[in-house]
């Protein structure tokens, strides 16, 4: 039997590092178990994943401006071919794989504002054509959430019910696909795929008054929450800014992390607003860069999703400035979720109390963060390996038995 043809499927090089970092350690997967596979993506950033992992790469949509708002007519009939010419662009991507994977990233839920015209119609295309073709899609280690707008709500349905394989990084994200109407009673849940990544080695806790990570977000609420979009990240960054200026006060130095490259100008107004040789922003271009952060400061504070997981998979003691129900369930799961601050009403007071009480049990959350992360690996090495019998076996058996016919 031949190798499998792999292909991998989602905004994968457009800026997003937890995306990248998903797609990392099921690369990492990959070459481990199945070596010869031929791997290729169709994402959304092909040039970053051509240079950055040495796969082929292909671009996600057809029209190059599918991301940017169409205002004039002639870019709203681009878009509008855009979304007819995918359908075909699409199905012959898929042809050429005996299995594609949907590597981690919250594909099936819109805690952040979304269109259904956008990714998940995207997805719906794969998974619908997966089918046809009889290519096995494989959502491995995904997030979910209930939908309530109605037409994203049925393409994510619908995507999730056409995937062969279907794995999530959380008890709530299955819950939420059984509320959706999607059968799960042979669904795994399992660790984010991050934490299957290697862990830099900390530098330790300092004598208290040591660096402190603040992980922030161009945050403007949830897809349900577009009327109060502004005023939602004006309450985000003034509370997180106050909470940043207390912490120079006390002479702390401040690591503004960032987790997308739209989180620039979120960066940039917290360190004109506190003006402190103290605070100085991270430059990280991976999950391993963040994890090397934050495995070099005494505690971190953060809000996006994949900055929670690089500082508690490096052990270091972590309060969640919470935007969605997924952050509380990772903070629990890995024994800290007494640790979270609502992002859409952040306190700056009530902020450092927690955060002082996070320091003050730090040494007894490293043990516990210790003890959850090797449980967390063996999670993965397990959901790996049923990956490989549920998916790959069947898959290339199946060429070989038509090759001979």
């Known amino acids: 039997m031949r190798a499998p043809r792999v292909g991998v499927f989602g905004l994968l090089g457009s800026g997003n590092l937890g995306n990248d970092g998903s797609l990392e350690a099921v690369l990492g997967y990959l070459r481990a178990e199945h070596p010869g596979a031929a791997v290729d993506a169709l994402c959304g950033g092909p040039e970053i994943v051509k240079s950055r992992y040495g796969i082929p790469a292909t671009r996600l949509h057809w029209y190059s401006g599918e991301y940017r708002t169409a205002s004039r007519a002639g870019a709203i009939a681009a878009k509008g071919l855009g979304k007819l010419v995918d359908v075909f662009r699409t199905a012959a991507w898929v042809r050429r794989h005996d299995v594609v994977i949907v590597p981690g990233m919250g594909v099936l839920e819109a805690t952040l504002p979304l269109r259904p015209w956008g990714f998940p119609y995207s997805l719906f295309l794969l998974c619908g054509t997966g089918r046809l073709l009889r290519t096995r899609v494989a959502l491995v280690g995904v997030g979910a959430d209930v939908i309530r707008d109605r037409p994203t709500r049925a393409l994510i349905r619908w995507s999730a019910r056409l995937a062969a394989h279907r794995s999530y990084r959380d008890t709530l994200s299955r819950d939420a696909m059984r509320t959706m109407g999607v059968d799960t009673a042979r669904d795994q849940v399992c660790p984010d795929l991050a934490f299957a990544l290697p862990t830099p080695a900390a530098s330790g806790p300092s004598d208290g008054a040591g660096l402190v990570c603040v992980g922030v977000m161009d945050f403007h609420g949830s897809n349900d929450d577009r009327a109060r979009a502004e005023e939602i990240h004006r309450r985000y960054l003034d509370g997180t800014t106050r909470f940043v200026r207390a912490l120079v006060a006390d002479g702390r130095p401040v690591?503004?992390?960032?987790?997308?490259?739209?989180?620039?100008?979120?960066?940039?107004?917290?360190?004109?607003a506190v003006d402190s040789p103290l605070v100085t922003a991270s430059v990280a271009g991976s999950l391993e860069d963040l994890m090397k952060e934050t495995a070099a400061a005494d505690a971190v504070v953060a809000t996006r999703y994949h900055n929670l997981v690089c500082a508690l998979k490096t052990g270091t003691p972590t309060l969640a400035l919470s935007y969605a129900a997924k952050s509380d369930a990772l903070m629990e799961r890995m024994g800290l979720g007494a640790y979270c601050h609502p992002a859409r009403e952040v306190d700056a007071d009530r902020l450092l109390e927690q955060f002082r009480e996070l320091e003050k049990q730090a040494g007894e959350l490293r043990q516990v963060l210790a003890e959850r992360n090797l449980a967390a690996q063996a999670q993965l090495e397990d959901q790996f390996a049923a990956l490989t019998r549920t998916l790959f076996k069947k898959a290339v058996?199946?060429?070989?038995?038509?090759?001979?016919?």
Not at 258 to 270: E, F, H, K, Q
Not at 397 to 405: I, L, Y
């Open 255 to 272: 690591r503004l992390l960032t987790g997308d490259s739209c989180d620039a100008p979120v960066v940039a107004s917290i360190i004109e």
């Open 397 to 405: 058996g199946k060429t070989a038995s038509q090759e001979v016919s």
